[in-house]
């Protein structure tokens, strides 16, 4: 329903009669990993976002990240299916390259 404004990250809020409602808007999720280093704490070295982290973007973008789930379940084959397809497109070697984000990531979901 709502349309963004020209040049900017927020959009009108509308009615339940499809009416723009004076002076209220609704902000996009934007920026949210700006200021998380592993540094100050919220990502993690071994790939990923700490518990801090994952807190912190929550906060910033209204999201729900949640932490892996190494044990299994739904999200998990779905993860492991997302990332594998991933390293398919881009092409990426674990064995040579574990440094990779998406190498970290499959480590760390155990997949």
Not at 22 to 42: D, H, L, Q, R, V
Not at 91 to 109: M, S, V
């Amino acid at each position: 329903m709502s349309q963004i404004l020209a040049g900017t990250d927020v959009a009108p809020i509308y009615d339940d009669r499809n009416r723009k409602v004076p002076g209220m808007y609704e902000s996009f999720k934007k920026g949210g990993m700006a200021g998380c280093t592993i540094k100050n704490g919220c990502k993690s070295k071994s790939g990923g976002l700490t518990a801090k982290g994952r807190k912190m973007i929550n906060r910033k973008t209204g999201s729900n990240l949640k932490p892996p789930q190494p044990g299994g379940g739904p999200r998990k084959r779905s993860f492991c299916a997302r990332n594998l397809g991933q390293i398919k497109k881009f092409n990426i070697d674990c064995r040579k390259t574990p440094k990779k984000r998406a190498c970290l990531a499959r480590k760390k979901w155990k997949c």
